[in-house]
């Protein structure tokens, strides 16, 4: 069955770093556009970045924009999100997500991990 396992949360004050990975089985990795989103208390899912299947095509919410970069190793079917000058509004649980081949429909979910950043 499909299994998606993030690591790497934390806490850490603003302006520090943090790097979560996402390790993907039971599906076809190579074809699959893998996604990070976020969710803070008493607010909705929020999708962070994607990235396509050949890992030449990610997508950025703009509020991460230039701090935040996704990867992905086809080889290790991982995904990773690297966050850096963090700020307390990135504070949320991290989802791993994987969609469809056009990143327009997620439908496998990690259990999630929490980031929260302090001023």
């Known amino acids: 069955q499909v299994q998606l396992v993030e690591s790497g949360g934390g806490s850490v004050q603003a302006g520090g770093s943090l790097r979560l990975s996402c390790a993907a089985s039971g599906f076809t990795f190579t074809t699959t556009c893998m996604g990070w989103f976020r969710q803070a208390p008493g607010k909705e899912r929020e999708k962070v970045a994607t990235?396509?299947?050949?890992?030449?095509?990610?997508y950025y919410a703009d509020s991460v924009k230039g701090r935040f970069t996704i990867s992905r190793d086809n080889a290790k079917n991982t995904v990773s999100l690297q966050m850096n000058a963090l700020k307390p509004e990135d504070t949320a649980i991290y989802y791993c997500?994987?969609?469809?081949?056009?990143?327009?429909?997620?439908?496998?979910w990690g259990q999630g991990t929490q980031v929260t950043v302090s001023s």
């Open positions: 997500a994987a969609g469809n081949v056009f990143c327009s429909r997620f439908t496998n």
């Open positions: 990235i396509r299947s050949a890992g030449f095509i990610t």
